[in-house]
């Protein structure tokens, strides 16, 4: 498992190193690429905390990918979109990595990717589980 992480990782960072972005960059961008979120949202769902959001977040709108809209109804809340840009360099990202996995999963059996899932989520419940037994 983790030559696989490893493999998949290093594409990864081959994919986003030329847009000058890091893979939990891309993250955040893949994330918003549905529509408008919140900071909020996003820490929800990104392994990181609230204030690396907010970096995150600072260094996409510096970098013309991210754009900050604030809601005339509540001030206080920040909604973050993609630019042209920023929605064009997730999506190229995605779509490259989507022919990535097509290609690694090309003479694997449909009941063999099953298998492997279902591996995948017992390992991860069991990592769960020993998290909240800590």
């Given amino acids: 498992m983790a030559d696989l992480f490893t493999m998949l990782n290093a594409r990864m960072s081959d994919e986003v190193v030329p847009h000058a972005i890091t893979s939990m960059e891309y993250s955040l961008l893949w994330y918003c690429l549905e529509g408008e979120r919140t900071s909020t949202q996003l820490a929800r769902v990104l392994p990181v905390d609230g204030s690396r959001i907010s970096r995150m977040v600072t260094g996409l709108v510096d970098k013309g990918l991210l754009r900050r809209r604030r809601l005339r109804s509540d001030r206080r ?3 973050l979109r993609l630019t042209d840009e920023g929605s064009e360099i997730a999506s190229l990202i995605y779509r490259n990595m989507q022919r990535h996995y097509v290609m690694l999963t090309e003479d694997i059996s449909a009941e063999d990717m099953r298998v492997f ?15 909240q037994s800590e």
């Fill in 77 to 79: 809340m920040v909604m």
């Fill in 117 to 131: 899932a279902s591996v995948c989520s017992r390992v991860l419940a069991n990592h769960a589980a020993d998290r």
